[in-house]
């Protein structure tokens, strides 16, 4: 049972009254620091609702900004979230396209529940961050953290409008996190270039892409591009596993060309940077909770990073609002529960990534006996259907891929 909270943390009838902290005032005093407003942040924010903890979530920007992403949200994260982000959706992908150029396969996997839904990030990322406001999260945008210094009993942040008190803070800030930086994490060791554009071309020659989500593996050195619907445009990008094997603007240019769609009316180039390696001494800092990016829990396989930043900001999120007073039941707790839920995950789907991307032999042999089947297990991987974990436990998945044909 959570400890009973101090008077001082207690949350008043009107939070939404509680005004922003300034450069001269007294400290903001929370419970629970949740610092960026992305959908970690906001996932662990919707998470504490109804435990009687005062939770602020501090942003950098002012909602809604710019997010660079392929905007793709897969199916197993949107069953997490709640249903008014469903708002944000321009595209539901009920077919996947997989496309391998080496050695010269095509397979394509649908299902009657979309796979995946397309979304432009400001939206999306604004819808979680009014639900969470809802709840009676308080927001404190353009708010950047300058500095973190934790204590004994509360962490304190100090911010260009003053100072936060907190006897929790989950560091939900991104793969550049200040948070990690100033309490002194090592560094993310596997970080993944990404070159992401959003561009129209003209609408006939959109048209055959319109209707599914599109990754072409083969082209970028040890990576893939995408090809990602929206409203009236395309979401197109590449990346690299191996950073220094690929120029990323060229790759673009020869993914576009490998498209065929001619030549762009209206282009926006953004880069991005992804971790996939979960961060080493993650759970070092007492009464400080890494999540998402912050904490480099995107998948190693698709790169994909809004399920591990919504799966680890919930897990955060409860193990605060179970532990209570108790620091260490608390990070005892989000160390187990991460580990069970995410972290043997991300494990397995390294050892995938190993086999995909840097042994185009054993890949190429795969897809020509059973690519439809290899294809099919990733898509229920990221439906929820099934988890990378269970595919490996099952030793019939071996011989099917590995002895099979078809």
């Known amino acids: 049972m959570a400890a009973p909270l101090h008077p001082r943390y207690r949350i008043g009838v009107n939070v939404s009254a509680v005004p922003p902290a300034t450069s001269s005032g007294p400290p903001v005093i929370l419970d629970v620091a949740i610092v960026g407003a992305g959908p970690a942040g906001c996932a662990a924010a919707l998470a504490l609702q109804g435990s009687g903890l005062r939770v602020g979530l501090i942003e950098k920007a002012v909602p809604p900004r710019h997010k660079t992403c392929g905007g793709g949200v897969v199916a197993r994260v949107m069953a997490l979230l709640p249903a008014a982000v469903r708002a944000a959706v321009e595209r539901e992908c009920h077919l996947a396209e997989l496309v391998h150029h080496d050695p010269g396969l095509r397979f394509a996997c649908w299902r009657d529940e979309p796979i995946i839904s397309m979304v432009m990030r400001d939206r ?61 994490r090592p560094a993310l060791r596997h970080v993944v270039p990404a070159l992401e554009c959003e561009v129209t071309f003209a609408e006939a020659a959109m048209a055959p892409l319109m209707q599914s989500a599109r990754f072409d593996f083969g082209l970028v050195p040890a990576g893939y591009g995408w090809a990602f619907p929206k409203k009236d445009h395309l979401s197109i990008g590449v990346l690299t596993t191996r950073p ?29 940077m992804i971790p996939c390696r979960p961060r080493d001494d993650l759970f070092g800092a007492p009464r400080i909770l890494l999540v998402g990016d912050a904490a480099g829990l995107a998948d190693p396989l698709t790169a994909e990073g809004i399920t591990g930043g919504v799966m680890s900001g919930q897990l955060a999120a409860r193990a605060i609002a179970l532990g209570g007073g108790d620091e260490r039941a608390v990070m005892r707790t989000y160390r187990a529960t991460l580990e069970k839920a995410l972290l043997g995950e991300l494990r397995v789907a390294r050892l995938i990534a190993r086999v995909v991307y840097g042994w185009p032999r054993i890949r190429g042999a795969v897809l020509r006996r059973r690519g439809q089947r290899a294809s099919e297990l990733l898509t229920s991987v990221v439906t929820g259907e099934t988890s990378y974990t269970a595919i490996m436990r099952r030793p019939e998945n071996y011989r099917h891929l590995f002895f099979g044909r078809g």
């Open 124 to 184: 999306f990322d604004h819808l979680l961050t009014t639900a969470a406001q809802e709840t009676g999260t308080i927001l404190f945008a353009a708010t950047p953290v300058l500095d973190v210094v934790p204590g004994p009993k509360e962490v304190r942040l100090l911010t260009n409008r003053g100072e936060f008190r907190a006897r929790y803070v989950i560091a939900a800030d991104g793969v550049n996190s200040v948070v990690a930086r100033k309490i002194g």
């Open 244 to 272: 220094g094997r690929a120029s990323l603007p060229q790759e673009y240019r020869r993914y576009l060309a490998a498209l065929g769609l001619g030549e762009p009316l209206h282009e926006e180039r953004h880069g991005f």
